[in-house]
């Protein structure tokens, strides 16, 4: 077990269960048989990467998702983070960066496994639990000793564990006297100012590496103001929009979905939008995914979300059914 939990403390459970609101006998129940709770899988991502997907039962997800609206009473995320924090989004994480002269992005390295049972732990004890509670709460949102990719509380702990990071940068831009905006999406961060930020890309990344966090440096981008430039998936030169791309090939797949249906249409869909095909991907989840990838655009330009809308609602879906 990460982290030695005694279990003739029976006490501990009963005040655990208490403080979250949630059941002590299924609380006790999903500790004692925690690795029964969970299956984990080895997926390729687009990239070719291999990486571990876990997956929950329900109850423990369900736990899991207790624990976390106990932390979110508990706790508050900076202004400059927009991902999982409410009235915030990817628009919303781009608007700060609109008509700048100088974007860059960085992302972290292996995000949620970078993140150790001990810092989960820590997390906890910074919250009031006490040491059996901690280890309990570590043991029940971390897997192989880390957050894992699959766990419905590993997105949250994550950016918790970047809060200080954030500090530290607010600090480092306030210490050289120049003015940058820059705002987390989860595990992508963007800089904006007007210049970039080669003179302080080894002190940036150090500053990462003492919080325990690897910048991908190969993966750092300087976007131009004479450039496309897209922060989060929207195009933030002059005003926000929806990438040319974007709205070129999801209009295309809905007219051949209308012209030739649209079980013709799901293998482009995967290629031009890099998801990876499952043996059961049916045509309800393609029509999920349409949908989904239309709404993305009803906040940006509403306009075009309506016509592209009413262009989907022409699309026979029944006729293509098996």
């Not at 976390?68 to 508990?74: D, E």
């Amino acid at each position: 077990m990460d982290g030695k939990i005694n279990s003739s403390a029976g006490s501990v459970y009963y005040s655990l269960s208490y403080k979250i609101g949630y059941s002590e006998e299924k609380l006790c129940n999903i500790v004692s048989h925690f690795r029964n709770h969970y299956r984990k899988r080895e997926e390729i991502d687009k990239n070719g990467k291999k990486r571990l997907i876990f997956s929950t039962s329900k109850d423990l997800k369900e736990l899991q998702r207790t624990i976390l609206a106990y932390i979110s009473k508990k706790t508050s995320l900076p202004e400059t983070f927009h991902g999982y924090k409410k009235k915030r989004s990817n628009l919303t994480n781009a608007l700060c960066h609109l008509s700048k002269r100088v974007i860059t992005k960085l992302d972290i390295k292996d995000f949620f496994p970078s993140v150790h049972f001990k810092k989960v732990f820590a997390l906890f004890k910074n919250l009031g639990f006490d040491e059996q509670e901690s280890k309990i709460l570590s043991r029940l949102t971390t897997a192989d000793y880390c957050l894992p990719h699959g766990f419905s509380a590993s997105p949250i702990l994550a950016v918790l564990m970047l809060r200080n990071l954030d500090k530290r940068l607010k600090t480092l831009f306030m210490k050289i006297g120049l003015s940058y905006t820059y705002t987390f999406f989860s595990d992508d961060i963007t800089i904006s100012g007007n210049m970039g930020i080669k003179t302080l890309k080894k002190l940036i990344c150090k500053v990462f590496k003492q919080e325990g966090f690897i910048v991908n440096e190969s993966k750092i981008k300087e976007q131009y103001y004479w450039q496309k430039q897209e922060v989060t998936g929207i195009g933030v030169n002059e005003k926000p929009n929806v990438p040319y791309a974007y709205r070129h090939n999801l209009k295309a797949i809905i007219n051949n979905c209308i012209t030739l249906g649209p079980r013709t249409q799901i293998d482009r869909f995967n290629e031009e939008f890099n998801f990876d095909k499952k043996p059961d991907f049916s045509l309800l989840k393609f029509r999920e995914r349409i949908l989904g990838k239309i709404s993305h655009i009803k906040p940006i330009n509403r306009k075009l979300y309506n016509r592209l809308f009413d262009d989907f609602k022409q699309i026979d879906w029944c006729s293509s059914r098996k």
